[in-house]
């Protein structure tokens, strides 16, 4: 798979498909123990320097992208080498207007069946696949600590969740980590939510405001709970709400990129003569 990938990324700056590819290189390092080899980001512009390019471990480059993207000139166009969750990262920034459609492709890669297993993954292959073989998705509601998180008795899945959630040290590396967490100012610094200068919310509902804000943009990376010190398992969180999604609409995030949010959709077609539009629908208008 990474000698297809190699080749197809080649052949993307040799025929000026893109100005660069985003993926990983893999370096000699110049200061650590001897032997050792670092593994990077790198924007690879000279087909030459393909040769250090390598598809492990699972990365997500689709805020990277959206950076990139922003500091580039207008005509600048960059091929992102995408697993399933990236892939679907990518497709949410673009409906958001976070990335503007004709200046990003991608190159898909599969997942092996041992990374869909420890992400819990239902969809572990981008819906454009150039590369391996798409591995059987996993039902993440088989899994006994899911089922236990989101199936108990009320009274005691709040217990259960409540005790978790005070693990937070508030970091922010879920916030930071996640690829759709794009909203400038963050939506949780909202007076809605806390008032201006005082502490941002308290980690209970901090936590449960963030999943519901993020509850039809989620593409499931698990980004967020691999970045928490402490080891909270927040993609539970949002693999139940993305579900809700799927029963009852169909929809599931970063799948069709022309199928707009159930969520959102009524509010900004039809919003209710004496409802203000929220302020939390900006990221679908306009660039953050």
């Known amino acids: 798979m990474l000698d297809t990938v190699k080749n197809i990324s080649r052949s993307i700056?040799?025929?000026?498909?893109?100005?660069?590819?985003?993926?990983?290189t893999r370096q000699k390092s110049t200061t650590l123990e001897e032997g050792m080899d670092i593994i990077q980001p790198h924007v690879f512009a000279d087909p030459g320097e393909l040769d250090d390019?390598?598809?492990?471990?699972?990365?997500?480059?689709?805020?990277?992208?959206?950076?990139?993207l922003r500091s580039s000139p207008e005509s600048?166009?960059?091929?992102?080498?995408?697993?399933g969750c990236d892939e679907r990262a990518v497709i949410e920034l673009i409906k958001r207007?976070?990335?503007?459609?004709?200046?990003?492709?991608?190159?898909?890669?599969?997942?092996?069946?041992?990374?869909?297993?420890?992400c819990l993954c239902q969809r572990p292959y981008?819906?454009?696949?150039?590369?391996?073989?798409?591995?059987?998705?996993?039902?993440?509601?088989?899994?006994?600590?899911?089922?236990?998180?989101?199936?108990?008795?009320?009274?005691?899945?709040?217990?259960?969740?409540?005790?978790?959630?005070?693990?937070?040290i508030k970091c922010y590396g879920c916030r930071n980590?996640?690829?759709?967490?794009?909203?400038?100012?963050?939506?949780?610094?909202?007076?809605?939510?806390v008032d201006t200068g005082s502490i941002p919310a308290g980690m209970i509902p901090y936590h449960l405001i963030r999943a519901f804000h993020l509850s039809d943009t989620c593409v499931a990376c698990g980004a967020c709970?691999?970045?928490c010190p402490v080891h909270i398992p927040l993609l539970a969180l949002q693999l139940s709400m993305r579900e809700i999604l799927r029963k009852n609409f169909g929809y599931e995030a970063g799948i069709d990129p022309e199928r707009k949010s159930p969520v959102l959709f009524d509010f900004s077609?039809?919003?209710?003569?004496?409802?203000?539009?929220?302020?939390?629908?900006?990221?679908?208008?306009?660039?953050?």
């Open 126 to 168: 981008p819906e454009k696949l150039d590369a391996g073989v798409a591995a059987e998705g996993v039902d993440p509601f088989q899994d006994g600590q899911i089922r236990e998180l989101l199936m108990g008795d009320d009274g005691t899945r709040m217990e259960k969740w409540a005790k978790l959630l005070k693990r937070c």
């Open 97 to 118: 207007n976070q990335i503007e459609k004709d200046r990003i492709a991608t190159v898909g890669i599969a997942c092996s069946q041992e990374q869909a297993s420890v």
């Open 225 to 227: 709970q691999e970045a």
């Open 76 to 83: 600048y166009r960059l091929a992102v080498i995408c697993r």
């Open 177 to 193: 980590s996640c690829p759709i967490c794009v909203c400038i100012p963050c939506k949780l610094e909202d007076e809605v939510w």
């Open 53 to 68: 390019l390598v598809i492990e471990p699972k990365w997500l480059f689709a805020k990277l992208a959206m950076t990139i």
């Open 269 to 288: 077609q039809e919003p209710s003569p004496e409802r203000e539009l929220p302020a939390w629908i900006d990221s679908l208008k306009a660039k953050i």
């Open 13 to 24: 700056l040799r025929e000026r498909q893109a100005d660069g590819v985003l993926g990983l």
